[in-house]
């Protein structure tokens, strides 16, 4: 099975930078995704990491170790609308379903 | 985009009573849909993985006569909450991976619908 730990609730200031780490346990890895959703609403994709090494898009980065079973969301300039809560994944190969992590809640403040 | 159309968005319902839930893909073709549950403050913890024209396969401690799952066409899944009671009152959710015809979308290819917030009392 697959276990993704997260941290559950970070926080920060408008403008700042804030790390959301993720650490898991999987039997078979085929990549690392993660989410934001916001209260009430729909998981929306923010970034995928297949192999090791930092993925960049606009504000959002997303860093994988494969050996360390380690990754990381980097929000910068951070903006009162990114709080919400973030979720890694992992998906099953085989049935192709995606397994969420247990989400860390990001409040940002003024 | 590969769009899942959820209804209800929200539902009060009567303890004992059964609720349907439906995901609609509308322009594709989802031959997987998988259903979550999501408690507040919580995490999405998948339910059951329903396939078209096949029985749904459920995770492991999901009682499969309460939650109905049917997915009769490649376009239309339906969740039945059967026998509700106030335990059952969640965010359910679907989600469908998105697989074009020229090309396998990989990670940015699952879509989720709206959700429905499932009231029993």
């Known amino acids: 099975g697959q276990s993704l730990e997260q941290p559950s609730e970070v926080t920060a200031v408008e403008g700042a930078i804030v790390q959301i780490n993720c650490t898991y346990q999987?039997?078979?890895?085929?990549?690392l995704s993660w989410y934001q959703q916001h209260d009430g609403g729909a998981p929306t994709f923010l970034s995928y990491n297949g192999l090791d090494g930092l993925e960049e898009t606009g504000r959002f980065s997303s860093f994988l170790s494969r050996s360390d079973s380690y990754g990381y969301l980097l929000l910068q300039e951070l903006q009162m609308k990114d709080s919400a809560s973030y979720f890694c994944a992992v998906r099953d190969r085989g049935f192709q379903k995606l397994v969420f992590g247990t989400g860390t809640r990001l409040l940002v403040s003024p | 985009g590969a769009v899942v159309s959820q209804h209800p968005s929200r539902v009060i319902c009567k303890s004992g009573t059964s609720v349907k839930i439906e995901c609609r893909s509308l322009?594709?073709?989802?031959?997987?849909m998988f259903w979550y549950r999501q408690f507040p403050k919580q995490s999405l913890m998948l339910m059951a993985t329903?396939?078209?024209?096949?029985?749904?396969?459920?995770e492991q401690g999901v009682e499969k006569d309460k939650f109905l799952i049917n997915h009769a066409s490649l376009t239309l899944s339906t969740l039945t909450v059967t026998s509700a009671h106030p335990e059952d009152s969640s965010f359910y959710i679907c989600?469908?991976?998105?697989?074009?015809?020229?090309?396998?979308?990989?990670?940015?290819?699952?879509?989720f619908g709206s959700g429905t917030r499932l009231t029993v009392v």
């Open positions: 989600s469908a991976r998105v697989i074009t015809v020229a090309r396998q979308v990989d990670w940015g290819g699952y879509t």
């Open positions: 999987t039997s078979g890895f085929y990549g």
């Open positions: 329903s396939n078209e024209g096949s029985k749904a396969t459920y």
């Open positions: 322009d594709f073709q989802a031959t997987t």
